[in-house]
């Protein structure tokens, strides 16, 4: 399974971005999946997750009412819309995928599987 992360990049204080993650399965519709972001000197931390339906999502209390995770899974995508954008949002963000269950909970990373490679999302104030 390859994952495919792209939209990131360097935006003001407010603005907003979208990045997506493609997926290379067949099962994408099935699978869970969830964007993580790790900023220097920081530990990777969860930020959103979306079930395979797409009608269960979960969000890190520090990014909720400000991003959106959706699915398209014809498109074997998953998004993450991003308004309103902190520096502290800055980080380098992860796309994951999992299989059809969550044995460890949609945040915890044991959770996923496959990982894409990162894009580095800046925000200067």
């Known amino acids: 399974v390859q994952l495919q992360a792209s939209g990131g990049g360097l935006v003001q204080a407010g603005d907003s971005l979208r990045l997506s993650c493609a997926a290379s399965r067949r099962t994408f519709s099935s699978s869970i999946m969830g964007w993580f972001r790790q900023a220097p000197g920081k530990e990777r931390e969860f930020v959103a997750s979306?079930?395979?339906?797409?009608?269960?999502?979960y969000y890190a209390d520090s990014v909720k009412g400000r991003f959106t995770i959706s699915r398209d899974n014809a498109k074997n995508t998953v998004y993450l819309q991003m308004n309103s954008l902190q520096p502290e949002d800055t980080a380098v963000y992860f796309c994951a995928a999992g299989g059809r269950g969550v044995p460890w909970g949609d945040s915890n990373p044991r959770t996923y599987a496959y990982w894409g490679q990162g894009t580095q999302v800046t925000v200067s104030s």
């Open positions: 979306i079930r395979g339906s797409g009608d269960t999502t």
